[in-house]
């Protein structure tokens, strides 16, 4: 891991390393990228964060760039822009900050990203053997502004970093060799510096980090730029850049580098310092250029006078609805300052004092917090009295109609679809109702990606527990034993069957998340070198199918407790699959099934560190030099601030742990297993892939 040469955990040197860091703490900051490199460079010197991967396709047509940075600049606006337009109306909160970036290897004329396949790797590695090449990485910084009539202003600033690296003469074998241990392909140029790639590296000039995929030290320059050195000048012009939201592609209006416009002849005067070039790589600002709109007062935060705007980089400015579809163009004179002289983000409501009103953004976040659970049991009732299904089957009932097909009251009903309409599960119309597209995917029973058996399981286990959540806090362990003792006696009076049913809901509950997280988890790596893999505590085997659907060539063993592994019959037509089989043991008693790849999907989390280590070094004991484990689990933020669904999870865990990705890697490592890849999937679960030394 190349992170062993960036260990600055410790708060107070990153905020003497960089003051610009630490003025981000308590802003919503969100990464728009997958990338688990770019991850853990931020994460390194303790930025906050939010991961939220892009959606933004990676396909803009190259042949319109003048220069190849200029594509991997748009392409990382693009990125990011995409997040900033998303968060509001999906994630329903508005970032202050998104980062986004591409990196791109470029030889002989040509861009390469990331590889499509193993001939497409060699095809790559080979171009770039014996020869030096240049990798750039473009980054945007988009800054989000809510204003009080929900619109939203964005603010670009972008920049490019260039790192020169030359590589050794390859050979055939050594390229085939490395094309086959999996790192080519996600990474730009089919290579990772980082790790194996590294050894075919005969130079760097530039920032190394730049080449891993972030060139944290011009970030953390231009970051500077925005909070410490915003110079006050009345006089320069404004470079607007309008861009439409309906499409992809910005308009360019000044100085925007995207397609066939050049970017450094456009700057026009700036007295915003470029950032220094202290390496040998080249450094470009692309986009920095001050304005002052004449007529803008604002008040300093904390005070009561007004000063002038003067804005550091207000270079794209635009303004969106929050539902996303329609953009106005604004020119700069409506600008809503957001910067103060000194280099302060400026709030609209400006005094930040105790007795001072709530912001309306803290008053709408602390009222979702009250309602959640209100919500989540308005979720769990309808999907408990089959709503979803029955207007899967039946749309465009009303709530009489529903009432009497689910046996309730119509009253009762009434409030509950109109509760469901709010909360976005149903559609009415003239008083009717059908189910929306996201209760049609997830929420219908019989639906593929269902979560039906998840969210009973839900209702019928977790919300008893976090009933007494304040006795698990005093008490400091889960309250399993009192929710049991609590239900009515009738419910344990044939225990065996009881269990049998318990077992077959919590089955259903895991099968489900299994298979909406399983491709996610299956695709996550390239596995092609692994034939045979065993899941441990595999369950109903969903996970395992997605596995064999990933990988042709792969076959494999569902290891469960006999109990499990003969309810798992049930769950059809899993069984259909001949590549999956199905071995009943316990993987602390019994000998492991023979595989070359262990999967362990959430297992880890829920153990003691005695079992822990117990099962990990029984697979440790199995595994050959090579062999592979894939770790999935939800992976905490590396400081512990997220994300909420593993922290709330951890409220009602009986025995284990929530960890980080660092922790885990660390706790394989002590058995003997070396970390290759994390991934943060932006699914269910996350995927660490680690290979025995
Ligand atoms: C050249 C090189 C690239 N890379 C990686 C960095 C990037 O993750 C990847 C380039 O692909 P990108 O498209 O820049 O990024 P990504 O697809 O990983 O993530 P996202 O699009 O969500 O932001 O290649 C290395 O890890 N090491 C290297 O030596």
């Known amino acids: 891991m190349f992170n062993s040469r960036l260990t600055l955990s410790d708060e107070k ?41 892009s959606w933004f396709k990676e396909t803009l047509d190259k042949s319109l760039f003048k220069a190849p940075h200029e594509y991997a600049v748009e392409t990382a606006k ?11 109306i999906k994630h329903l909160k508005t970032p202050d900050i998104v ?98 790639g590294g050894m075919l590296v005969e130079y760097v000039h530039g920032d190394f980090l730049n080449v891993v995929g972030f060139p944290l030290n011009h970030f953390c320059k231009q970051l500077s730029l925005i909070y410490n050195h915003c110079t006050s000048s009345s006089d320069q012009k404004s470079e607007s850049v309008h861009l439409s939201l309906n499409g992809t592609h910005p308009t360019s209006v000044l100085s925007q580098p995207t397609p066939n416009i050049p970017t450094q002849s456009s700057h026009g005067s700036s007295s915003i310092p470029k950032p220094s070039s202290a390496s040998s790589s080249q450094t470009h600002l692309t986009h920095c250029s001050p304005s002052a709109s004449p007529g803008h007062k ?23 609805h929050t539902d996303g579809r329609e953009a106005k163009l604004r020119d700069s004179e409506n600008t809503l300052p957001l910067i103060s002289s000194s280099g302060q983000l400026i709030e609209h409501d400006v005094t930040e004092h105790e007795d001072s009103e709530p912001r309306k953004e803290d008053l709408r976040r602390i009222g979702e917090l009250i309602d959640g659970f209100k919500a989540s049991k308005a979720l769990f009732t309808a999907a408990r009295l089959r709503v979803f299904d029955l207007l899967h089957r039946m749309p465009g009932l009303d709530a009489a109609q529903v009432a009497q097909e689910v046996k309730a009251s119509v009253k009762g009903t009434e409030c509950l679809l109109e509760a469901c309409v709010s909360l976005g599960l149903l559609k009415s119309k003239e008083r009717t109702y059908e189910n929306t597209d996201l209760a049609t995917s997830l929420l219908r029973s019989d639906a ?16 008893p527990l976090f009933s007494h959540l ?38 259903n509950a895991m099968h489900c998340v299994a298979k909406v997280a399983g491709k996610s988890v299956a695709t996550a790596f390239d596995l092609s070198r692994y ?61 492991l099934p023979k595989a070359d790849l262990y999967i362990l999907a959430r297992i880890l989390h829920d153990l003691t560190d005695e079992k822990l280590h117990i099962l990990l070094s029984k697979i440790a004991d199995v595994c050959k030099p090579g062999c592979g484990l894939l770790l ?9 601030s997220g994300p909420s669904r593993g922290l709330l999870q951890a409220l009602s865990m009986s025995e284990g742990k929530q960890r980080s990705a660092t922790e885990y890697s660390v706790l394989l490592k002590s058995h003997g297993f070396i970390t290759a890849q994390i991934r943060h999937t932006d699914n269910l679960l996350d995927a660490m892939f680690c290979i025995k030394a």
């Open 99 to 196: 980062i986004g970036a591409d990196t791109i290897v470029t030889v002989d004329g040509m861009i390469l990203e990331k590889p499509v396949d193993k001939h497409d790797a060699y095809r790559m590695l080979s171009s770039l053997s014996g020869k030096e090449h240049s990798v750039y990485t473009g980054v945007a910084i988009v800054v989000c502004h809510e204003k009080e009539n929900e619109e939203v202003d964005y603010q670009l600033i972008q920049f490019y970093e260039e790192t020169k690296v030359k590589f050794a003469d390859l050979s055939e074998d050594m390229l085939w060799e490395y094309i086959n241990s999996g790192e080519p392909m996600d990474k730009a140029g089919g290579y990772g510096i980082q790790a194996l």
């Open 13 to 53: 040197a990153t905020m003497v390393l960089n003051p610009v860091i630490s003025k981000l703490a308590g802003k919503l900051v969100v990464l728009a990228s997958a990338s688990p490199r770019r991850l853990e460079i931020l994460r390194n010197v303790g930025l906050r964060f939010e991961v939220v991967p």
């Open 448 to 463: 593929c990606f269902s979560l039906h058996g998840y969210i009973q399981h839900c209702d019928d286990t977790l919300w």
């Open 531 to 591: 034939k045979t893999a065993c899941d441990l505590g595999g369950c109903t085997g969903a996970m395992a199918c997605e596995f064999t659907k990933a990988h042709p060539g792969m076959s494999v063993t569902v290891f469960d407790l006999p109990a499990v592994a003969e309810l798992s019959e049930r769950f059809h037509p899993l069984h259909s699959n001949n590549r999956v089989s199905f071995v009943a043991g316990d993987f602390f008693q019994d000998e």
């Open 78 to 88: 693009q990125k990011a822009l995409e997040v900033a337009r998303r968060m509001p």
């Open 470 to 507: 304040e006795s698990a806090v005093e008490e400091g362990h889960s309250q399993r034993e009192k929710v049991v003792s609590n239900k009515p006696k009738d419910m344990l009076k044939d225990a065996f069957h009881n269990s049998q049913e318990a077992k077959l809901r919590f089955m």
């Open 298 to 320: 604002v008040k300093r935060k904390g005070s009561d006078s007004e000063v002038s705007q003067s804005s550091w980089t207000l270079v794209n400015s635009l303004s969106k």
């Open 632 to 640: 999935s689990e939800i992976f905490l933020d590396e400081d512990r």
